[in-house]
Structures are given as structure tokens and as C-alpha cells.
């Protein structure tokens, strides 16, 4: 992760384009008054033409304003009046003892008729405050008991459960304010997956809204109830018939449903650049710094690190052994060389230490027959190897991102905290694309393929260019604004994987210089090189996969080249100053000056989803 400056012509160039420079301020302020003046003169002595046709003029400018004001959009309407007005109606307080059980959660849920409240601490009592600790919400609760079920646990103990170990963190709380805009909030709730968000003002939390709250701030009292209203909305569509069945799933689905139950494989190829200009004495920070020496090549002197690994655990269910593919990548922070710490330590000995964990734990399931040997989720990973690397006290942090692939149920499961992450590529055809996954600024007669980005991991950033990290001072670090976060605090979720899907993993060295839309379209070129679909289209790699061949070796040789090639790309933007990279266009919209690419270290895990193993010929 390298340190950032800005060089100071660009910073006096870029300033001084700026269109709210004292200059451009003053100039508009000059011209605003000059119009004033004339327009109160004119007023004052207003021609006679004027003073004839004005109550004519008056008249129909009121008809105009008649005629051109709209009601407004409910997607315009604030949150502060969603709020009055909910409150307004009904009045409930949605909030729950930090010492609250599952089943207290439960009945106040459906006995206040909410789907999510403020779990908080009543403890101090001397204030008479309500200290919001964190949030649980309905959907809380249904994974609660689906966790616990899968446990084993009887009802009474899943009941029994105290709220506090289940509820999202106060500090990982999603919040909307009340300036914002209905259309603003249900954008960032369809986003980000979240049904409830709490409205905070002035370091208190006013109020929760959920969708429904939003849906039914559009409609008037009298359009939920009466005759009308179920004439016309209710009984013309209530009940089914006894013959109702469910209709057979389309065409392009059957195909996936058909091959459901078969195991998925990955092909992965990884490719590690140094940052241009280091060397073993240090980074330059520019070319001119850096010397006449070739760019940096040897991966040693990177500060990424990564593992990828296979390894047989149990299964689920806990019956099975599985064979499970693990994948990580970190990001060393950089700027610990101005304390005399090894950036590279700390990224090493985390992602190292996660391929002994579940090396230590394959052999022991060897050993004991299955019996004691679970598969172990990315985030407890994470834990257990920070855990380590602080055990043996090696200074420094990085960002990590860790996933597992499990074959048969085809899920990626990924933990990630800071500005790593994964993308996943998918052919997607148009004619079944949903409205959001089509692509409507190409033309569909020009378009190469229907190759597109089926999903991307979400980022955690403490602000601009300073993500989150995992890391270790030689003591811990108690301050709650800190940038350290635990394994705890890391962006957990699933992904659904399908055959021919193109996963990439990989630091911000890639993604700061390399926009996802570009990533894809190197991706494709790897897909039409290899000949895996023909001119962009995907009808030749559905005959053949029909015909039971999936090219599984030529994706098993060639999958490295993938990762080399993004890469290639990455150090390629990241030295080029005429184009704006994507870390370029974001410190512009966070008022930062910067232009061109960010040349850093990175390191790409490319992989490849394909229908059988590669140490089979032919398929």
C-alpha cells in the first residue's frame, strides 16, 4: 500500500481550473449584482408598454405557475417528513434491553409490529439515557434460529440466547439522516441489502424506517381501506384455486437446475507485481526518484501476500469430507517503513498462517477419521491467524480478504476488510438480463459479448485512500476511531457461483487502477483467445458443454495468463498521467488533486469456474 503524494505543478494546475476559485466567486458575484440592478431599475421605471399589460401580465404569469406546479415526487420527499408523519399515526419506541433474550425480541417485534429495533443500555441510570449499542432487526432473528437449528440446539436455549450476541455492532450500523431525500434512503437500503435504517440527528437516534414505511407514505388512509379499495385491489386477485401448481422454470434456469447437484471446480492462476519503483532501498515516488534502473519485477519486494489452497474437511453437515478450495489476499500498509517496520511482516505472517491453520486442520481430520475437523469459515480464519501473527508480535497491519469456494453447494462464502476484494464475471445474456444487469449505453449491434459483472465485494474504508485494517502495535489499541478492526468487524457473504464464471480476486492495486468494466473486458479477451466462447457470444460453450466438454485443461494452463494480464494492465494505468484512473476520479470527488493512475504493488487471484476436475483429459 503506498504512500500517497501530490506533486506540486499538478496541485497549482488543478487549482487553478477550479471553477470556485476566489476569482470565479468574485466574477459570479459581480455579474449576479450587476443583473439585480438593472432588474430593480426596470422595475422602478418600468416602460410604458409595460405598465399597460400589467395586470394582463400578472394574470397570466398566475395562471403559468398554476399550470406548471406538480405535486411532489414521494422520492423527493425528506425523511425528517416520513418520520413526522409515522410518528404522527402511530407512536412506538423501538428500542430493547442490551440484557433482552431472543424470545423478548420476538414478542416485541410482532407485538409492536416492527421489524427492527435499537438494542440499548439502560445500565446508567444516573443519566436516565438510552445508550444505543447496536441493532437487531426481524431478519436478525430468522438467522438466529436457522444458525441455532443447524446447531442442534433445542427451542428453549435458541429462546433463551441473549440479543447482544446476535445484533449488528452499533460501530457497523448503516444510518440515514433526516435531510435526505425517500428516493436517497431506499437507493442506499436497495444497495447495501438492508431493511431498516435507523434516522440519526444530533448523536440520537429519532426513529427507525423500513421499505414499508416508505410504500405506505405514498398512499392516503382512505386508499387502504373501504369498499372501494377492495373492489377494485383485493377481490379480483384473493385465493387460489385448489389446482394451483407451480409453473415449470424457464428455459436458460432448467439448464443450471439440471447440473445443480453436480460439483463445480476452479481453476486459479495468481500473479504478483512489485510497486514500479521499488527496490530493496525503498519505493521511489515517481520514475525521477526511482532511477534508470527497469520498473520493479521481483515479487519479494511486494507488500501484498496470498495463499490458495485445497484441503478435506467436513462438511456442513458434519457427516462428509468435502475437499475446499481457500483463497486469500493482503495488503501490507506502507507507511509503518517510517517507524522501521517491514510493511511485507505483517501481510506475510497473516495470509501464511491461514494456509497452516487449515493445513494443521486437514491433517488432523486425516488423522482422526472426520470426526473433530469442521469447515472453518473465512472470518473465524481470519481470527485465528491474527491471533497468531499478534501471538508472535510482528508489527505492523494490512487489509485481508479471505474466501472458500465450496463445490457442491457452488457458494463462495469471503470475508474482507478494508479495500481488497472480489468481482465475479458472468455471461448474461441480454434477452433474460434483468432491466439493472442490461447494458443500455452500447448499442446492442455493437456490443462484443454479454459478458458482465454479476457481483462485487463491498469495501470498508475509514475515509478516502485509508481503509480499515487488521494489525498489531505490540499492545492493544483501545481507541474506538481506530482504523484496526477484528475478523468480527470484517464484510462476511455468499456468493452463488455458475460454470463459466470468471472470479477475480485482488488488492486495490488492481481495482485503484483498473475500472471493472475494464477488468471484464481483459477477461474477455482471455475467454476469445483461449477460444472458450466464439466472437462474444455464448451459444458455442452451451453446445459444448452439452457435448461434455468444458476445456477444463487448456482453463487449468492458461487461467495464470488471466492474472498476469490484469496485472500487466494495472502497472500500464497506473503510469499513465493523461487518463484519470479510478483512484484519480474518486480523490476528485472527495476534493483531493490527483491525476493518472497509483502506482502501488498488486496482486491478482484469477479464477476460472469449470464442470470437472483438470486432472481429467478431454472435459
Known sequence: MATRRVPLLKLIAKVSDQRTTTAGLAARNLIQHSYHSFSTAAQINPPAAAVVNKKATADSASSAEHAVKRPKRVSDVTIQELL?????????????????????????????????????DRSDTMKRQQKCVGLLTSRDLLRIMAASIKDGMSAEEILNQSVIRHMTPINQVIYGRPDETIGMCRAIMAKLGIKCLPILVAGRVEGIITAKDMSEFYYDPKDLGGKKHYLTDVSERVG???????????????????????????????????????????????????????????????????????????????????????????????SWREYGVDPRDFSRMLMGECQNILREASSECSATGGTSCSMISPAELLARSYERTKEANVIGSSTACVGVFDSVHHQLHFSNIGDSGIIVLRHIDSDVASALQRNRTTPRTERKSDLRIAFVSQQQLKSFNHPYQMGWTGEEVVDKNSSF????????????????????????????????DDIASVALKWEMD????DNGGIDSRRRRWESGDSMTDISAQCIPKLAEMLCQKARENSLDNTVDSPFALLAKENDIMWSGGMPDDCTVVAMHVVGKSANLNGV
Open 84 to 120: 413526522k408523519a409515522k410518528h404522527t399515526a402511530r407512536w412506538v419506541e423501538p428500542v430493547i434491553p442490551h440484557n433482552a433474550t431472543v424470545r423478548d425480541a420476538i414478542v416485541t417485534c410482532i407485538s409492536q409490529n416492527i421489524s427492527g429495533m435499537m438494542v440499548v
Open 240 to 334: 387460489l384455486s385448489e389446482n394451483t401448481s407451480m409453473a415449470e422454470p424457464p428455459i436458460f434456469v432448467r439448464q443450471h437446475l439440471a447440473s445443480k447437484h453436480d460439483p463445480l471446480f476452479i481453476n486459479v492462476g495468481t500473479a504478483e507485481y512489485p510497486h514500479p519503483f521499488k527496490s530493496h532501498d525503498g519505493v521511489g515516488a515517481n520514475r525521477r526518484d526511482f532511477g534508470p534502473d527497469d520498473l520493479a519485477t521481483d515479487p519479494s519486494l511486494s507488500e501484498d501476500a496470498h495463499f490458495v489452497t485445497t484441503v478435506e474437511l467436513l462438511d456442513e453437515s458434519g457427516t462428509n469430507m468435502q475437499k475446499l478450495l481457500y483463497m486469500g489476499v493482503a495488503d501490507g500498509v506502507g
Open 485 to 516: 478492526k477484528q475478523a468480527s468487524d470484517s464484510c462476511t457473504s455468499s456468493v452463488h457461483i455458475l460454470r463459466g464464471d470468471v472470479i477475480i480476486m485482488a488488492t486495490d492495486g488492481l481495482f485503484d487502477n483498473v475500472d471493472i
Open 530 to 533: 483461449n477460444k472458450f466462447i
